[in-house]
């Protein structure tokens, strides 16, 4: 196929052949053995994808792919924050919750345990369920659920609802880095991660705003708590309609590209050596997955930034109220912690796709946290502190830019599909588990210090700094193995991984030269990370 040009008979063949591979997709869906985008690119010739066709690609992709990541991801995060947004108007007294108990803690961990406990389930369901409509039910079960949480007027009830919001929210998280490793070449994944991540800071800014309208409505039959749990529910219903609708199982299936720029989307992800989606489940992956050092490094990295984030999220405000704030002023105040995250998750993946490394960045966002803490440990909490304090507590907020970059990290180097998804699912386990117990190292009780909490807080974040330089070193003496298998197979040592050139497309020379030695033969065999000595791990 020419670079630019593309013959009126080339189209037809193509054409014949997306329909070949679709009709394909119907009849041996689960049953095949190699990565589907392999019966698409093995169906015609191997092409070579010019600059400007990528670009073209590209640009259709973010404007098709990312509205969805972003709006979902911006609901799911509202709806797990309106608990510590209910807490300062009076949920633990309206809801005659406890306060010298635990009962406040686990409501914020329940949804945890229930993402943990559904994890093998969603790790099977995003191998062999259709991407988009999976998804698009999933968030409209989460929203009708919310909205049952405004019928919730005691522990019981509560905890009830807030266990099934976290099995049908399980789903997100690891469908939108399947997603993206889906659509997107490596150089590319970080960023994208990273937007849907940031909206995490968008929702403490619009949220705050939103909660703080909420709560100055007065109802003689609804609590506050209650019209914010109605309103996001009912919010989120109306948005998975468009999920379901819009949203492409996989580039193969995607009504908004042409079938020429189909081979171009699936082609050019070639050098990812990561596959697409098979529909296949495999349990050798499996195996390799709980095997694999690399797995247990960052389910370990992200165990350690998810109990801070899970302490932090459902008392942030209340230890902003400690201050000395009231209700509506601690929520306008939590503003600036959302959009320190928006600069340090934006910024962090900006620097490691410029740096094309990920490590030294996930070092350089946990020593704000690490500041902020010994703030908020050493100054006391009189008025004339407010300032200082606030500016720990801000500092703290630079720790949602650590998990988007773990995952990418993760994402990057592992080649699989069940593996890839297995991986993940076993990452958010981690995620889970920390988020679980981190509310647990706080108590409503021990304000307005909550030294236990901050104090173990500060020890995880040292010890992230420690995990992430063994990654680091692990990740070099895996490069190193397969450059002596790609040499012992007559293979070139060193090869460029061009899923790290963000704007760099081989040219025709080089595309025949690694196509005669056979690398990149394998990017769509569906083989693991271990198994493929074309595969370079990142660090």
């Keep these: 196929m020419a670079n630019e040009a593309i013959s009126p008979a080339q189209q037809e063949a193509n054409k014949t052949n997306i329909q070949t591979v679709e009709s394909i997709h119907k009849d041996t869906a689960g049953t095949g053995r190699k990565d589907k985008a392999a019966e698409l690119i093995e169906s015609s010739e191997r092409i070579h994808v010019s600059p400007e066709q990528n670009k073209k690609v590209l640009r259709k992709v973010d404007l098709a792919i990312l509205p969805i990541l972003l709006s979902v991801y911006f609901l799911q995060s509202l709806d797990k924050t309106t608990l510590s947004y209910a807490s300062v108007f009076n949920l633990v007294q309206d809801a005659n919750l406890d306060p010298d108990s635990d009962q406040y803690s686990w409501l914020g961990s329940i949804v945890y345990v229930a993402q943990l406990v559904m994890q093998p389930l969603v790790a099977v369901l995003l191998v062999k369920l259709p991407m988009g409509k999976f998804l698009g039910i999933m968030v409209f079960t989460w929203g009708a659920i919310l909205c049952g949480m405004a019928g919730s007027t005691n522990f019981g009830a509560l905890m009830a609802t807030r266990f099934l919001l976290g099995c049908f929210e399980s789903a997100v998280a690891p469908a939108f880095i399947a997603i993206v490793q889906m659509w997107y070449k490596r150089a590319e994944q970080t960023n994208r991660n990273a937007a849907w991540y940031s909206m995490l800071g968008i929702v403490n800014i619009l949220g705050s705003l939103l909660s703080y309208g909420l709560g100055h409505i007065k109802s003689d039959r609804l609590h506050p708590y209650q019209i914010i749990f109605l309103f996001c529910g009912l919010l989120t219903v109306v948005v998975s309609v468009a999920v379901y609708i819009f949203m492409p199982d996989s580039p193969m299936e995607a009504r908004f590209l042409n079938d020429d720029e189909k081979l171009v989307a699936v082609e050019r992800l070639r050098m990812n050596q990561m596959g697409v989606a098979s529909r296949a489940w ?54 600036p912690f959302g959009a320190v995250q928006i600069i340090a998750t934006i910024g962090g993946a900006w620097l ?54 773990i995952y990418s990290w993760s994402g990057q180097n592992t080649g699989g599909d069940t593996k890839r998804k297995v991986t993940t699912s076993i990452l958010f386990v981690g995620a889970s588990a920390g988020n679980i117990l981190g509310p647990h190292l706080f108590k409503p009780s021990e304000k307005p210090y909550y030294k236990r909490g901050l104090r173990a807080n ?82």
């Design 352 to 405: 490691a796709t410029k740096l094309k490394k990920k490590s030294p960045v996930l070092i350089l966002l946990c020593i704000p946290p690490i500041v902020g803490i010994v703030i908020l440990l050493v100054v006391g909490r009189g008025a004339n502190h407010r300032a200082v304090l606030l500016v720990g507590y801000y500092l703290t907020s630079f720790y949602p830019g650590i998990s988007p970059l």
């Design 282 to 335: 495999k349990w050798d992956h499996v195996l390799e997955a709980f095997l694999d050092v690399k797995t247990w490094l960052w389910f370990c990295m992200l165990t350690a930034v998810s109990i801070p984030s899970g302490g932090i999220t459902t008392f942030g405000p209340l230890i902003v109220q400690s201050f000395g704030f009231d209700s509506f002023t601690t929520i306008l105040f939590n503003m």
């Design 458 to 539: 500060l020890a995880l974040f040292v010890t992230l700094i420690v995990l992430v330089v063994l990654g680091m070193l692990w990740v070099t003496v895996l490069n190193r193995k397969h450059a002596a298998e790609r040499e012992r197979l007559g293979k070139a040592a060193h090869i460029v991984d061009l899923s790290m050139e963000k704007g760099r497309q081989v040219d025709a020379e080089q595309a025949e030269n690694m196509q005669a030695s056979g690398v990149g033969d394998k990017a769509f065999d569906d083989v693991t990370d271990l198994k493929n000595e074309d595969f370079i791990y990142l660090y």
